[in-house]
């Protein structure tokens, strides 16, 4: 209050002879609304000239334009909060399984963002399609901070063209699209981006072990890569598979 007096901002109603500062009760609600437009980061030169000129038809627009900015701050804060969430569960999901095995599990409905049908055409590598589902990611209402992982059609559609998704998707807590819940294999595979090794093979004989059929799409989904393992070839792939 001394610093806002010093500017001529906010004045004492009246100064005892002892130099003492006294305050009128209703100058709390002054001191109040000051406080508020200074920490939503408004210059005091322009506090100063609401305070000198105030009126209802000023703060209402002065409060307007502070509230479509809190809103706006509000949803950016919101979303960079889902990103770690989910980058968080993700990374917790491929510590917390145990990446020797295939199983069986129940898995919980998990929200995705598919991109369009992935064109390959002259694409030859992995990259090729990829670099042009993040051309268009905006266009999809993609966030490139989220997970993102390659949706294949069916089992047999992974099978013969391994490493080429038939769509790649972002896992978004707020996704549109769904992995459905329900009974999956799950299996891990540890290498680099389209680089399946012998993942294929080793669902296979699980599922015709176990008298599983496949029914829908296989899922893969890169649990840890460059934000968290060094190595390429130790980026962690779990992929899954609705199974009757």
Known sequence: MRYYDDLGLFSPAKRGENGYRYYSPQQIITINSINLLNELDMPIREISEIQQNRTPELL???????????????????????????????????????????????????????????????????????????????????????????????????????????HFFSVDPNGHDKRPAGKYVSAFHRGYYGVNGDLIERKKEYMDRNGLTPIGPVYHIYLHDELSVDDPDNYLLHSTVAVA
Not at 96 to 113: A, G, Q
């Open 60 to 166: 209402f627009d002065v409060l307007s334009d502070k509230e479509e900015a809190l809103k706006a701050e509000l949803f950016k804060l919101g979303r960079s909060c889902n990103v770690v969430s989910t980058l968080k569960r993700m990374i917790q999901i491929g510590l917390s399984l145990d990446e020797s095995i295939i199983e069986t599990r129940y898995f919980e409905e998990l929200p995705i963002v598919k991109g369009p049908p992935t064109e390959w055409g002259d694409a030859k590598y992995f990259y090729d399609a990829f670099l042009a589902f993040c051309a268009v990611s905006k266009q999809y209402r993609i966030d490139l901070r989220l997970p993102v992982g390659g949706m294949f059609d069916s089992f047999d559609t992974l099978a013969e063209r391994p490493g080429r998704p038939t």
